[in-house]
């Protein structure tokens, strides 16, 4: 859309009520309030240094609820991708979902549009590739997450 906040680090919208995006910094919150979003759902770890200080409140500040899911980044469980699955489901609302780099985001919706969309895979990695691709990176932090995408069930 054409008001979206795209300077917002690695910022992508998904559909007409789903955003992600990396880390979030002051005033982010209003700039996403101003483009209908109603809650947002914060996967990144609270005492990670680029968190948002004070989401807690500047989130309900900005007319925002506010929901965290702290997943380590190092340790992505299926019970972390069931909260995020219950909680998208429940909003109901425009929802904007971030972590610090939108990795973690961009790997959890990968399954997510496989397994509660249906999506098929090409176009499902299509949309995790724009971000990450845990599969090309070599990095030791990446092996949990090409672990984490492949247990995506059919």
Known sequence: MTNDPTDIRNFLRLSKNITTSGRLQPGDPQRLAAIG?????????????????????????????????????????????????????????????????????SAFFYRYHREACGMAEPEAREWLEKIWSPHTSDTAEAAPWRAFVERTQD
């Open 37 to 105: 979003t109603a809650r947002v759902i914060n996967l990144a770890l609270a005492d990670h240094p680029e968190a948002l200080p004070n989401a807690q409140q500047e989130m309900p500040g900005a007319g925002l609820t506010y929901l965290h899911l702290p997943v380590p980044f190092v340790e992505p469980a299926e019970a972390h991708y069931k909260a995020l699955v219950a909680a998208l489901e429940a909003a109901q609302t425009p929802v904007h979902v971030h972590c610090i780099m939108n990795w973690r985001v």
